[in-house]
């Protein structure tokens, strides 16, 4: 793994961080991007400047998230892997008993849909030079229909972009990996969640480093990882 290069979107907190320090343990050189570059200073400088950049991006923006992909290889000379998996989570009535203001979730479609699909093509071109890896971060939400949800319907969402990539990667070299994390500690779980059985955000972070250490020929398309204990 010495000297591969990863791109972390969501990198601040939780599973993003989690990956990063498991990555860099593993030899990865990698670039930590969240909205704010301060957000992951720390966490960069934790790992050390020779082995990780802090990177200010949008992922919901285009040249935002273009930018940190180039400014990610002008500083290391090459792309690997790109873990698009920044997201965020609001609670959804289609109804409108609990969220009368349906504009608020223009940000959570906006991060989880079309940043996966930003990252993505942002990324690619890169990774097909280096015959590398994108990995995306799903949910077992994705998998099975929510009530009132549409985070769900935004993971589903990306349920069918990463087949769409996989396909379209076909004689490239590229590799492509769903993560569909169940119920995870992390600061979108609702109230209800919270009383249920959970996974550490190092327990998915495994996971992504298992598929990141196959060989070339091997294309682990997808992962899912529940708590013990979780029905659905």
């Given at each position: 793994?010495?000297?591969?290069?990863?791109?972390?979107?969501?990198?601040?907190?939780?599973?993003?961080?989690?990956?990063?320090?498991?990555?860099?343990?593993?030899?990865?050189?990698?670039?930590?991007?969240?909205?704010?570059?301060?957000?992951?200073?720390?966490?960069?400088?934790?790992?050390?400047?020779?082995?990780?950049i802090a990177v200010a991006a949008d992922v919901g923006d285009w040249?935002?998230?273009?930018?940190?992909?180039?400014?990610?290889?002008?500083?290391?000379?090459?792309?690997?892997?790109?873990?698009?998996?920044?997201?965020?989570?609001?609670?959804?009535?289609?109804?409108?008993?609990?969220?009368?203001?349906?504009?608020?979730?223009?940000?959570?479609?906006?991060?989880?849909?079309?940043?996966?699909?930003?990252?993505?093509?942002?990324?690619?071109?890169?990774?097909?030079?280096?015959?590398?890896?994108?990995?995306?971060?799903?949910?077992?939400?994705?998998?099975?229909?929510?009530?009132?949800?549409?985070?769900?319907?935004?993971?589903?969402?990306?349920?069918?972009?990463?087949?769409?990539?996989?396909?379209?990667?076909?004689?490239?070299?590229?590799?492509?990996?769903?993560?569909?994390?169940?119920?995870?500690?992390?600061?979108?779980?609702?109230?209800?969640?919270?009383?249920?059985?959970?996974?550490?955000?190092?327990?998915?972070?495994?996971?992504?480093?298992?598929?990141?250490?196959?060989?070339?020929?091997?294309?682990?398309?997808?992962?899912?990882?529940?708590?013990?204990?979780?029905?659905?």
């Open positions: 793994m010495d000297d591969r290069v990863l791109l972390i979107t969501g990198a601040s907190r939780g599973l993003g961080a989690a990956t990063a320090r498991l990555a860099a343990e593993a030899g990865f050189k990698v670039a930590l991007v969240a909205r704010k570059a301060e957000s992951v200073t720390p966490l960069a400088a934790e790992l050390g400047e020779d082995r990780a040249p935002s998230i273009s930018g940190a992909v180039a400014e990610t290889v002008e500083k290391f000379g090459r792309l690997d892997a790109a873990f698009a998996n920044a997201g965020i989570g609001t609670g959804t009535s289609f109804f409108g008993t609990d969220d009368p203001d349906p504009t608020a979730w223009e940000p959570m479609v906006r991060t989880n849909v079309l940043g996966a699909a930003y990252t993505a093509r942002a990324a690619l071109p890169a990774l097909k030079e280096t015959a590398g890896h994108l990995l995306i971060t799903g949910s077992v939400a994705g998998r099975y229909i929510r009530n009132a949800s549409l985070y769900s319907a935004t993971k589903w969402a990306v349920t069918g972009m990463a087949g769409a990539i996989r396909e379209e990667a076909v004689g490239t070299g590229v590799r492509v990996t769903l993560i569909n994390p169940g119920i995870t500690d992390t600061d979108i779980l609702s109230d209800e969640q919270r009383k249920k059985p959970k996974l550490a955000a190092d327990d998915i972070a495994r996971a992504v480093l298992y598929a990141l250490r196959q060989p070339p020929s091997v294309d682990v398309n997808e992962i899912m990882v529940r708590p013990t204990g979780q029905v659905l």
